[in-house]
């Protein structure tokens, strides 16, 4: 279960990251439009299966570091890929 949080909450990070005007990466139109609402849905799911795991305050604070961490993270990893900015 806690696998399923943690590829959830990254998954989250990377639709919300592909929802921003910010993005670096060339992405599908349906990912710019609907980036964000994926990106909650799977952050609900990613909160579900961690609190399922280990309860209700350990699964909020595992929730939110590890998508924390995915969402500082990506941004990084955009910008060591050598795209430019549009």
């Known amino acids: 279960m806690t696998i399923a949080g943690a590829i959830a909450a990254v998954l989250s990070a990377l639709a919300l990251y592909a929802g921003s005007p ?4 060339r992405r599908p139109a349906v990912l710019q439009r609907h ?3 994926a990106g909650l849905l799977l952050a609900i799911a ?7 795991a280990l309860g209700a ?4 604070c595992a929730m939110l570091g ?9 941004p ?5 890929s050598g795209t430019s900015a549009r």
């Open 46 to 52: 990613s909160l579900a299966a961690w609190i399922a």
């Open 57 to 60: 305050g350990a699964g909020l």
């Open 66 to 74: 590890c998508w924390m961490l995915a969402m500082v993270a990506l």
């Open 35 to 37: 980036g964000s609402r």
């Open 76 to 80: 990084y990893v955009a910008a060591l």
């Open 22 to 25: 910010h993005c670096r990466w």
